[in-house]
T-cell receptor
Framework: KAGVTQTPRYLIKTRGQQVTLSCSPI?????VSWYQQTPGQGLQFLFE???????NKGNFPGRFSGRQFSNSRSEMNVSTLELGDSALYLC??????????FGSGTRLTVV | EDQVTQSPEALRLQEGESSSLNCSYT??????LFWYRQDPGKGPEFLFT???AGEEKEKERLKATLTKKESFLHITAPKPEDSATYLC?????????????FGEGTQLTVNP
């Protein structure tokens, strides 16, 4: 059974640019959540999508957005990148909300 | 606001030296308490979910327990391959769907 797949694994962007990250959940999982992980703040919840609708949102600025497609694949977008956006971005998928499987993450570096 | 606090921040053990990691939580109605293991450069790997006080779960050298205010991850006779960061997370009953509040983690090092 394939796990959660995140692409790309590594990304280097310049301040002011925008970036799109992709997440393919486990087959049959309809919920996709995104988290930001940094050494200082730990893992912080960004948002969750379920059946193409945003169901929950964390305390991040509007520069962070996401969407989910009909096949449950999800993308997150960060516009006007800042140095502080450098982090490991993790995606997790679940079925009923009682089991969260994480991908390996996308390491974003903003220079 | 939900809060999860883990202690200690770092723990160094000798192989075979048992110990416990602590996770204290303040949430609006606990829906689930999760333990994950994370290796450097990788995503968190699911270990356990606990749902109610008094519940215990075991997997190899690990045992997780839950009370109304905290959870413990007991590591019995650890091996060097148990070295990792252990994360605790809580889901509250007031939020529908999937939203976990994570602790900062305990970085465990097991020396041979």
């Amino acid at each position: 059974k394939a796990g959660v797949t995140q692409t790309p694994r590594y990304l280097i962007k310049t301040r002011g640019q925008q970036v799109t990250l992709s997440c393919s959940p486990i087959s049959g999982h309809r919920s996709v959540s995104w988290y930001q992980q940094t050494p200082g703040q730990g893992l912080q919840f960004l948002f969750e999508y379920f059946s193409e609708t945003q169901r929950n949102k964390g305390n991040f600025p509007g520069r962070f957005s996401g969407r989910q497609f009909s096949n449950s694949r999800s993308e997150m977008n960060v516009s006007t990148l800042e140095l502080g956006d450098s982090a490991l971005y993790l995606c997790a998928s679940s079925t009923t909300g009682y089991g969260y499987t994480f991908g390996s993450g996308t390491r974003l570096t903003v220079v | 606001e939900d809060q999860v606090t883990q202690s200690p921040e770092a723990l160094r053990l000798q192989e075979g030296e048992s110990s416990s990691l602590n996770c204290s939580y303040t949430v609006s109605g606990l829906r689930g308490l999760f333990w994950y293991r994370q290796d450097p450069g990788k995503g968190p790997e699911f270990l356990f979910t606990l749902y109610s006080a008094g519940e215990e779960k075991e997997k190899e050298r690990l045992k997780a327990t839950l009370t109304k205010k905290e959870s413990f991850l007991h590591i019995t006779a650890p091996k060097p391959e148990d070295s990792a960061t252990y994360l605790c997370a809580a889901a509250d009953s007031e939020t529908s769907g999937s939203r976990l509040t994570f602790g900062e983690g305990t970085q465990l090092t097991v020396n041979p």
